[in-house]
């Protein structure tokens, strides 16, 4: 028996059915959601960070979307609510287009 205690994609538990394997698995309460979202975070953020190739960067970052946007849901906003703020964020700050790396500043 293996024990995982982290948040999977819906359909997971019926695939482990479906190859013949058993699971427990349970449905969380808003709270444990957030807290396993942010965690899921950072595990879909390092294997993003460890992809060998840009197919398997694409679907690593698919995944990181994925729980980026249940986040975003649970704390009630929807998708154009959300690009508001990043547009916003845009607007004062810039992007990461123009690739500027800081090197350091001094007083």
């Known amino acids: 028996m293996i024990t995982y205690n982290k948040l999977v994609r819906d359909k997971i538990p ?3 059915e479906s190859s013949g394997k058993r699971c427990e698995a ?9 807290e396993a979202l ?5 595990e879909e953020l390092n294997e993003v960070q460890i992809a060998k190739s840009d197919v398997e960067l694409i679907e690593e970052l698919a995944d ?44």
Do not use: C, T, W
Request: a negative charge.
């Open 64 to 107: 990181l979307y994925e729980v980026m946007s249940s986040l975003i849901q649970l704390k009630g906003l929807n998708k154009e609510q959300f690009e508001s703020v990043v547009n916003e964020k845009n607007e004062k700050r810039g992007g990461f287009k123009e690739r500027v790396f800081l090197v350091e500043v001094s007083e």
């Open 26 to 34: 349970q449905v969380l309460d808003d709270v444990a959601y957030e």
């Open 38 to 42: 942010k965690a899921k975070l950072i």
């Open 14 to 16: 019926q695939i482990i």
